[in-house]
């Protein structure tokens, strides 16, 4: 079951983080694993809250259908999903005050036979993308 924690620093204030990150219409500008919200995301960001994202891990396309588990503004906001080929996964985005900025951590965990036989590589692909994806959104709020 690979999991994966991404950390990085953003000069700017966890609020300002925070509505970028939960705007749904401007995901694509800094996930680079997201391809669409091909039904939008969740008409309203609570706990339950269910809606489907197509991304691409690998060059693999997959879908993924989220049910937001917990959302504490602007701190926390975790999801949990199931893919294709029984995957499960979960991912949480974590802002706190560091110094002048903003420590955002991402936390992804992937579990199923499907991705346990690719672990490693599944692995090294997702924290490629969320270092990228720290760096556009870093360079969003810059």
Known sequence: MPEVTVSATIA???DKIWAVITDFERFGEWNTIHTAFPNGGPAELAVGAVYGEKMTLMGMPAEVSWTVSE????????MDGK???GIALHQQYSLSADGDG??????SEF???AVN??????????????????????????
Not at 102 to 107: E, L, N, Q, S, Y
């Open 117 to 142: 036989m690719l672990a490693a590589r599944v692995k090294e692909a997702t924290s490629k993308a969320l270092v990228e994806s720290l760096e556009k959104l870093a360079g969003l709020l810059a």
């Open 102 to 107: 903003t420590k955002v951590t991402v936390d």
């Open 83 to 85: 893919g294709p080929m």
């Open 111 to 113: 579990k199923g036979a």
């Open 12 to 14: 700017a204030p966890a």
């Open 71 to 78: 959302v504490a503004a602007p701190t926390t906001l975790a």
